[in-house]
């Protein structure tokens, strides 16, 4: 049973920060890539990070420069260090994780962390 599980979520005053982790636990296999996303009441959801087997990261363009996505593999852990935090990152935060195992590619993700950024 693979499980992610997100924390780091809250409440932050815009210019702050947050970092958000993810851990996975289970028999998960080799991990592809661990990346987060967000979405927005009315919105789809959108991608934000993504970090890959090489360690090769992509930003969406709306976050370049204030996020870093980072991986810890021996831990199986994902974290999104947010800074300079805008009203507009106002949203649930998913954690998402591509795994092979028996030559099977899964996907997962974790429930969710809300991070509201005020003015």
């Known amino acids: 049973q693979v499980q992610l599980e997100e924390s780091g979520g809250g409440l932050v005053e815009a210019g702050g920060s947050l970092r958000l982790s993810c851990a996975a636990s289970?028999?998960?296999?080799?991990?592809?890539?661990m990346g987060w996303y967000r979405q927005a009441p009315g919105k789809q959801r959108e991608l934000v990070a993504v970090i890959i087997s090489s360690g090769s990261t992509n930003y969406a363009d709306s976050v370049k420069g204030r996020f870093t996505i980072a991986r810890d593999n021996g831990k199986n852990m994902v974290y999104l260090q947010m800074d300079s935090l805008k009203p507009e990152d106002t949203a649930v935060y998913f954690c998402n994780v591509r795994a092979t195992r028996f030559l099977r590619v899964n996907e997962y993700w974790g429930q969710g962390t809300q991070v509201t950024v005020s003015s």
């Open positions: 289970g028999s998960i296999g080799s991990i592809d890539l």
